[in-house]
């Protein structure tokens, strides 16, 4: 049900992404798939991607019926960038979508001139990064549209699923708005076809008290990973998260990278330290998409990261102390 919660959010998620329109939907694999339908994108069309990120960033283009175009990303920041994504622009182009990953800006400014000077629409992957900011501007809007997800675990979650779309533009605003509740332009009257893709009032509800929280939740976040960075500093066998100078990070994940990886997941296992890999299998070595045609080889720089990376424990509420135990076990283990 679309009701006063959820314009409620809707209004001050706006506010917080520094854009006119906030369109709430029920996830944000929809939220991409929206995005790009409200951008004209469909077969024929190629929308560029980068070769390392979540599943969700591909299925959306798969889902629209153009083709999925990756480009690898920096092996430092795990984004893409201007070089990458120039050398893959076709007359067919229709769309990018820079994904803010781990929680770490894009570069944004040499996107927006792909915008300016070429007209192809910049859809914002910002599901890992509610709160990071591009040269001091708030990741989400920046682009043509934002699109985002409130999966619990996020740094703005709520209690299931859930997700946005955020834009300074009022038509791509309104396509979304009526895309996400079948297509409707008032009551049972159509204007194009459409799904049923509607953020609930209760989820609403949360993500409006939570997001009074964000700010703070962050701060926590970049104090942790902060800890960590000092305290891993002389470890060469990993490296460490690089930000751009001009991005700031708000550390959804605190993400390292060693040639060790799965030895050193199963030592910190079994001192009773979980973590995760973000992610073991690039998309385009899913099985799922085999039809695609892309072979193991073709992106090295995204397997090589798939191979390489282990998250590390970081949420709002764990301790310093927490931490330099995490660092104690992982100097321990390559023999510091
Ligand atoms: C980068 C990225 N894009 C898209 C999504 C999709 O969001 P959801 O799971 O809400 O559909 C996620 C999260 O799951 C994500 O991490």
Redesign the pocket.
Known sequence: MLGKELSGFEDEYALFSNTAYCIGVG??????YIALKACGVGPGDEVIVPSH?????WL?VIRTGARVVPVEPDPFTYNINKQSIDAAITEKTKAVIP???YGQACEMTSLMDLKRLRGIAIIE?N??AHGATWNGKITGGLGDIG?????PI?NLGALG???ALVTQNGDLAQYARHYRNYGFESKNLADIEGVNSRLDEIQAAVLRIKLKYLASWNDERVKLATSYLQSLKGVADIQLPHSHPQATHVY?LFVIRTDRRNELQSYLASHQIETGI?YPVPPHLQKGLHHLGFRKGEFPVAESIADGVLSLPLWPGMEVSDVEFVCDSIRKFFGY
Do not use: E, I, P, R
């Open positions: 996830n944000g694999l929809d939220a991409l990120t979540f599943l969700a960033t959306s994904v803010h990953l992957d599901a890992q699109a985002t997800s409130f999966y996020k699923d859930a997700g959804h973000h």
